[in-house]
């Protein structure tokens, strides 16, 4: 890497870096793109570290590849990578530049950057006011070299796999399906026993409630007819009818009334008194008589 400290752009941004990222992602539109991050996955290809490195052309991307390896810090150390916000932010969308850490004395970093004063791969120094963050390959590393089981330990929620999709059948199996059917089950027997309380429900004798004994007959219980008396002939009903003159009536004489017995006058000063039934007499209480 520190062979190509000097290197310089051809004339249409063209670079051997651009040129090498163009022909591995197969898109050529990278041959005269910004190449600050194009030479540093170059680099690392060459010294058989990549999958330490990373291999990207856009730098928010590969700070955010950092982040996921676990290996982002705000601590500058030699072979770090140095991520870049000129306005000053401080998150990883707004990064600009990437160069590699040369070395650190004091608050100033010593880097080697792609891309920089126009054309040139150089040596720079810089203040780390502009600075987002570092990304470390040690800690990438450090990662992938892990043995799986301790890894697998250092996650306790891990994801149950999913299960294909089966039969639509399978949901009759489900917790949800099982609480369901409770509560059916429940609501037709508290209807069935309060039904059966208030006397709302009605027993019939077929065939809902036919005999379970296995001579017994489907057939339903015989209803005795009663006998219905039967109309008289049209002749004799004509025959026994009476003529319209006889059914009229005559009309009754009004009885006579009972002629009442004579009162006889008694002349007033008359020696002759009526006769009057004698009136008995109250008895007194606690009367001897």
């Known amino acids: 890497m520190r062979q190509e400290v000097g290197y310089k752009e051809k004339s249409g941004q063209f ?4 040129q090498w990222y163009a022909d591995r992602v197969q898109d050529t539109q990278y041959r005269d793109a910004p190449w600050c991050d194009m030479f540093i996955a170059w ?16 730098t928010p991307s590969h700070a955010a590849w950092f982040m996921r390896q676990g290996a982002w810090t705000q601590k500058p150390e030699p072979g770090a990578l140095v991520f870049f916000d000129w306005r000053g932010g401080k998150s990883y969308k707004g990064i600009d530049h990437v160069g590699i850490v040369e070395s650190v004395k004091g608050s100033k970093i010593h880097t080697i950057e792609a891309n920089v004063d126009g054309v040139w791969l150089k040596r720079k120094t810089r203040e780390t006011d ?10 990438v590393k450090a990662t992938a070299d892990k043995p799986a089981e301790i890894r697998l330990s250092e996650r306790p929620f891990v994801p149950a796999p999913r299960s294909e999709p089966g039969s639509p059948l399978d949901f009759l199996g489900t917790p949800p399906a099982l609480l369901t059917a409770m509560v059916l089950m429940t609501v037709v027997l508290s209807l069935r026993f309060s039904g059966r309380r208030r006397g709302t429900h009605r027993r ?23 006998p219905v008396a039967k109309a008289p002939p049209a002749e004799n009903a004509r025959a026994k009818t009476p003529p319209a003159e006889s059914a009229r009536a005559k009309p009754r004489p ?21 006769t009057r039934r004698p009136t ?5 209480p606690y009367d001897p008589s």
């Open 254 to 274: 009004a009885p006579t009334p009972a002629p009442r017995p004579a009162r006889t006058r008694v002349p007033v000063g008359s020696t002759t008194t009526a």
């Open 43 to 58: 680099a690392a290809d060459k010294a058989g570290i990549s999958q330490y490195v990373g291999q990207f052309a856009w």
């Open 204 to 226: 019939f004798s077929w065939p809902w409630n036919a005999p379970t004994h296995p001579h017994a007959s489907a057939a339903p219980p015989s209803v005795k007819a009663f």
């Open 15 to 18: 670079t051997k870096f651009g």
């Open 280 to 284: 008995p007499t109250r008895r007194k």
């Open 130 to 139: 502009k600075v987002v963050g570092y990304g470390v390959p040690r800690l």
